[in-house]
């Protein structure tokens, strides 16, 4: 038990839906957690979900102000709760990616001279050229998008510079969207923050950086360089990189806490604000995921992330600078069709019961005797393709599987994919990987068997419903000690382990190594198949070009 005077470790987490906070001693353990649900606790901003959906149901922004007034009324009630601020070394947190915040001129002024005795809410009222900000959901730049491939000459140039395609809810296009569309709003911003950087500088009292592995997220960083890519910034906006700052490693120590949370709530002087960053790189840390390492979370979508070395940017996916090591990379993969598939089939085939589903699972073979399925029940992310594709050991298309055999076509047709596309953005399986399973079909024991002989390594579950939150208060007490990648782990070695379930069966190197290369030329087959056939010209109007 820690001593009630020893030092305290602060992780923020602005998600979409809420602010999460937790408080770790230096042994690591979890001494005050609080939250604040935007929906029901702040209703005067009317969100759903934390947000507002507009009319063209493309555009999805939050109130800026309503992740300030958030903050106010969290740090009421840890004050409420008795926690003791002057405890507190050092801070860190995380928040949505992608998400943008844009800063009146004059508001660095107002961050540096917060009156004490108001809140921030009262205080922040007129800081923000855009009161409704852009969130990570938001599809409504596809112009942006098409106009930042040309400028970067073509998608897989943009995807090699900045680690993914043009997305619509990556901060650079929506930038590019307000520019364009509102051009005065833009014009009297003094700053353009992430949601995670925004946070950092509410505690710093002053713009905080943004750091490399959240910038990842904006299509314009060059993440190879870790600096802004000139050619994603020329085709954004004049003069961006005035407005972003010069990106930092996600490690760094920005400076002590502003005077107004000394004054206001008794943090100590020295209290550090350590750089915020994105959740899902915030997760990375919170999971203590290693060079490696896979996590594969297996929820109604399933979630890939991944350390990475030498990383090989694909059209599907996102490459990110590491968190914790800045040589390093993670990547971060999404496949639409997880846990519903998986419900389907066991009621199509086990009658609704995963008992029978796992008695199928262990009683067919390692490889299915050849037998291979695709179910993209609806339309695929990673990879963009639509239906159910069945094959036999020859290759042939055939229209049904058997039961049992359709259970183990589903589950390893999953997992095969999940390496398949992970590889491709220059994953290896290297001696040592672990693969650590979340999500609601981590409980099913013999669907890991099958996670377990695909990636031939073992697997492991790990509780990670407060991962970008733990994951930021470990951040902020490893920023405190060094900056150094070995001592991150060092640090965070008393944290509970991940539980070792399931191990590879002996011969799943060879069935799955051979099998993962049928599974691949197969998906090329099944992609030429979901594609819409290209459009044919009409034969007249052929004949008058001849004509002329
Ligand atoms: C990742 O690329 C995403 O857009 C989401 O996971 C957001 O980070 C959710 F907050």
């Given amino acids: 038990m820690a001593a009630p005077d020893a030092a305290l470790y602060l992780g923020f987490d602005f998600s979409t839906q809420q602010l999460k906070v937790v408080a770790i001693d230096g042994n690591l353990n979890v001494v005050h957690q609080n939250n604040v649900q935007f929906d029901s606790e702040l209703p005067e901003f009317r969100t759903q979900g934390g947000v507002h959906i507009h009319a063209d149901r493309l ?40 998400g943008s915040v844009f800063w009146r001129r004059g508001a660095s002024e107002t961050l540096q001279n917060l009156d004490p005795d108001q809140n921030l809410h009262q205080l922040l009222q007129d800081s923000f050229s855009v009161s409704h900000s852009p969130t990570w959901m938001d599809s409504s730049s596809s112009r942006q998008c098409d106009d930042l491939h040309t400028a970067a000459g073509g998608a897989e140039r943009l995807t090699e510079i900045t680690g993914s395609r043009a997305y619509e809810g990556f901060t650079g296009n929506q930038i590019s969207k307000l520019r364009q569309t509102r051009p005065e709003e833009f014009r009297v911003t003094e700053r353009i923050s992430l949601v995670s950087s925004f946070a950092a500088s509410l505690f710093l009292g002053g713009f905080a950086s943004i750091d490399y592995s959240d910038g990842s997220g ?89 350390w990475i070395q030498q990383p090989r940017p694909a059209l599907e996916g996102h490459v990110f600078c590491n968190p914790l090591d800045w040589t390093a990379f993670m990547a971060l993969l999404c496949f639409k069709n997880g846990s519903l598939t998986r419900e389907r089939i066991r009621n199509e085939s086990t009658g609704g019961s995963w008992e029978l589903f796992s ?3 262990r009683d067919t073979p390692l490889g299915n005797n050849g037998n291979i399925g695709f179910y993209f029940d609806s339309m695929e992310i990673t990879p963009p ?39 491709r953005l220059g994953y290896a399986i290297i001696p040592g990987t672990r693969v650590l399973a979340t999500g609601g079909a981590s409980s099913n024991q013999d669907i890991l068997q099958v996670l377990s002989d695909v990636f031939n390594a073992p697997v492991y579950t790990i509780d990670v419903s407060n991962s970008a939150c733990l994951g930021s208060a470990y951040r902020a007490l490893h920023g405190l000690v060094s900056d150094s990648i070995s001592s991150f782990f060092d640090v965070v070695k008393k944290a509970p382990e ?26 090329e087959r099944v992609l030429q198949e979901s594609r819409p056939p290209e459009p044919q010209e009409p034969i007249s109007s052929v004949q008058e070009t001849r004509d002329l």
């Fill in 59 to 98: 555009t999805v922004t939050s109130p800026v102000l309503m992740w300030v007034k958030a903050l106010d009324l969290l740090l009421d009630k840890m004050k409420g709760a008795g926690l003791d601020f002057s405890r507190v070394r050092a801070l860190s947190g995380s928040g949505q990616q992608h």
């Fill in 218 to 306: 904006m299509n314009l960083l060059d993440i190879r360089t870790r600096t802004w890519s000139e050619v994603c910034m020329d085709a954004t906006a004049p003069h961006l990189d005035r407005l972003l700052g010069a990106p930092v490693p996600s490690t760094s120590v920005l400076g002590p806490v502003s005077s107004y949370w000394v004054q206001r709530f008794g943090f100590s002087e020295d209290c550090r604000v350590v750089a915020f960053t994105g959740d899902n790189p915030a997760s990375l840390a919170g999971m203590r995921l290693q060079q490696g390492d896979v996590a594969v979370s297996l929820g109604t979508s399933d979630t890939v992330f991944l």
């Fill in 359 to 361: 008695a199928a699972l």
């Fill in 385 to 423: 393709a639509v239906g159910v594709h069945l094959f036999d050991p020859e290759d042939k298309k055939v229209s049904s599987l058997s039961p049992q055999v359709e259970v183990r076509a589903l589950v390893e047709g999953q997992f095969l994919s999940r390496r398949l596309h992970a590889e």
């Fill in 498 to 523: 991940p539980q070792l379930v399931v191990t590879p069966h002996p011969e799943a190197q060879q069935v799955y190594g051979q099998m993962l290369q049928r599974y691949a030329r197969l998906e």
